[in-house]
């Protein structure tokens, strides 16, 4: 299963958007991009997925890169609620997640 | 809709004792598994099904049982705790036999063991 790296964590100012990267060099052609976000003392929810294209939903886009080894997770307007860990994952068989970027949503 | 029921939320155990955590989804989904996550950390995969009948191993199965008999349930058995199971365990269920569906996590039980 690909490895994925992200920063370990990021800031942004409330109502801007934020943009959280993660880079996955070792993606097989049929592995699909799932991010989550985990908020303080919650469980994991799913935010957004895809495989080649960009995706969109109510809660944010999925920028992929045309080599498929680098995404983009966009919020368009980070909320103080947003403040969470953000975990990239690529999938093979299995759903195996890293670290994640913790993201501060500052006032 | 209840989606993924973990039970029970909070567990106290001795070194040495016995537990199953249970897990249920009423979403008719085929994949279910049993994550991990300790202080600090990221989730770590345990065990995973993707079916009735059918369980394998994820990245740190030592000391864990699992097994599939229905589409609903899969509980994970701690044989014997010991302190280094002490985390908080979310057990995650999608549709499909793949990944690629999104994951949906319960809430968790938070297991120490003295």
């Excluded at chain 1, 992929?64 to 953000?86: F, G, P």
Aim: proline fraction near 5%; hydrophobic fraction near 30%; include cysteine.
């Amino acid at each position: 299963d690909a490895k994925t790296t992200q920063p370990n964590s990021m800031e942004s100012n409330e109502e801007e958007p934020v943009h959280l990267p993660c880079n996955h060099s070792t993606i097989s052609g049929t592995d699909y991009i799932h991010w989550y976000r985990q908020l303080p003392s919650q469980g994991p929810e799913y935010v957004i997925h895809g495989l080649t294209s960009n995706v969109n939903n109510r809660m944010a886009s999925l920028a992929i890169a045309e080599d498929r080894k680098s995404s983009t997770l966009i919020l368009h307007r980070a909320t103080l609620r947003d403040a969470a860990v953000y975990y990239c994952i690529v999938t093979g068989n299995q759903f195996y997640f890293g670290t994640g970027t913790s993201l501060t949503v500052i006032p | 809709n209840a989606g993924v029921t973990q039970t029970p939320k909070f567990q106290v155990l001795k070194t040495g004792q016995s537990m199953t955590l249970q897990c249920a989804q009423d979403m008719n989904h085929e994949y279910m598994s049993w994550y991990r996550q300790d202080p600090g950390m990221g989730l770590r995969l345990i065990h995973y099904s993707v079916g009735a009948g059918i369980t394998d191993q994820g990245e740190v199965p030592n000391g864990y049982n699992v097994s599939r008999s229905t589409t609903e349930d899969f509980p994970l058995r701690l044989l014997s705790a010991a302190p280094s199971q002490t985390s908080v365990y979310f057990c995650a269920s999608s549709y499909g036999t793949g990944t690629y569906s999104p994951l949906h996590f319960g809430n968790g039980t938070r297991l120490t063991v003295t």
